[in-house]
T-cell receptor, first 111, second 113 residues
Framework: DAKTTQPTSMDCAEGRAANLPCNHS???????VYWYRQIHSQGPQYIIH?????ETNEMASLIITEDRKSSTLILPHATLRDTAVYYC????????????WGLGTSLAVNP | NAGVTQTPKFQVLKTGQSMTLQCAQD?????MYWYRQDPGMGLRLIYY???????DKGEVPNGYNVSRLNKREFSLRLESAAPSQTSVYFC????????????FGPGTRLTVT
């Protein structure tokens, strides 16, 4: 699986959009981009994933650049409960063994 | 619908003791995983099971064994615990093969003294 690079930490004001970047410059054509978050030592929670097109669900939006070398997770109206570590993973669904979880971005949503 | 459950939530072992961590899911998923998470490190895959009756090693399998008892249950066994196995252990299941999102349990916090 391709390695991903994320900023160590970010801050966001409550009610504003939180834009979390991820670099995956070595991603291959059959690898999806997945986003998860982990709130204070709980089990990670799936947020969203995509291959080429932008995606949106009830939690967030995922914007993938045309060359697929980077992506941005957008939380449109961040709340205090969105304070968490956010993980970006590039993964080929058929390869169980090589899932690589980095250290993620620690997002602090401030009142 | 409980999703993914893990027992116990906390455990303290002495070096050399053995124990089994239990994981169960009611999501009817085929694939199940065991991860460990240490401070300052990302999740690392210990073992996974693509389907009932199959298991494979992940990134850090040494010192662990697993059993896929049936479709619902996937257990992780420490035969002779070591302090290096102090960690938080997460079980996860995988959604449909084409989308492959993972669903995690709440974790087991294990301390080996």
């Amino acid at each position: 699986d391709a390695k991903t690079t994320q900023p160590t930490s970010m801050d966001c004001a409550e009610g504003r959009a939180a834009n979390l970047p991820c670099n995956h410059s070595t991603i291959s054509g059959n690898e999806y981009v997945y986003w998860y978050r982990q709130i204070h030592s709980q089990g990670p929670q799936y947020i969203i994933h995509g291959l080429k097109n932008n995606e949106t669900n009830e939690m967030a939006s995922l914007i993938i650049t045309e060359d697929r070398k980077s992506s941005t997770l957008i939380l449109p109206h961040a709340t205090l409960r969105d304070t968490a570590v956010y993980y970006c993973i590039a993964h080929y669904a058929g390869n169980n063994r090589k899932l690589i979880w980095g250290l993620g971005t620690s997002l602090a949503v401030n009142p | 619908n409980a999703g993914v459950t893990q027992t116990p939530k906390f455990q303290v072992l002495k070096t050399g003791q053995s124990m089994t961590l239990q994981c169960a899911q009611d999501m009817n998923h085929n694939s199940m995983y065991w991860y460990r998470q240490d401070p300052g490190m990302g999740l690392r895959l210990i073992y996974y099971s693509a389907s009932e009756g199959t298991t494979d090693k992940g990134e850090v399998p040494n010192g662990y064994n697993v059993s896929r008892l049936n479709k619902r249950e996937f257990s992780l066994r420490l035969e002779s615990a070591a302090p290096s196995q102090t960690s938080v252990y997460f079980c996860a299941t995988v959604g449909q093969a084409i989308s492959y999102e993972q669903y995690f349990g709440p974790g087991t916090r294990l301390t080996v003294t």
